[in-house]
Nanobody, 121 residues
Framework: QVQLVESGGGLVQAGGSLRLSCAASGSIFSIKAMGWYRQAPGNERELVAAITSGGNTNYADSVKGRFTISGDNAKNPLYLQMSSLKLEDTAVYYC???????????????WGQGTQVTVSS
């Protein structure tokens, strides 16, 4: 069993900063990739940033230059440093991970419960 728990969401003024964290626990052999997604009311869930085990990163155009995805050992915990926040960044942010629970075993996709980020004017 694998669990992902996000933290760090909250209310912040436009132009401010927040750092989200995602902690993975359980039967983890290796984390192949992790990422952050977000979903605003009425919108589809969208990729914000992702990072592979090799350190390759990918960002949505809307956040590039403002957000940074990083992690400690094995990308656990995973972080999303958000700066220069805009009203359009308001959303529920979800942690996602592709994890193998045993050597040679299959990879599975896991999701956290989400953390609310609200940017105010």
């Amino acid at each position: 069993q694998v669990q992902l728990v996000e933290s760090g969401g909250g209310l912040v003024q436009a132009g401010g900063s927040l750092r989200l964290s995602c902690a993975a626990s359980g039967s983890i052999f290796s984390i192949k990739a992790m990422g952050w997604y977000r979903q605003a009311p009425g919108n589809e869930r969208e990729l914000v940033a992702a990072i592979t085990s090799g350190g390759n990163t990918n960002y949505a155009d809307s956040v590039k230059g403002r957000f940074t995805i990083s992690g400690d050992n094995a990308k656990n915990p995973l972080y999303l440093q958000m700066s220069s926040l805009k009203l359009e960044d308001t959303a529920v942010y979800y942690c996602n991970a592709i994890i193998a629970t045993m050597a040679g075993g299959p990879d599975y996709n896991y999701w956290g419960q989400g953390t609310q980020v609200t940017v105010s004017s």
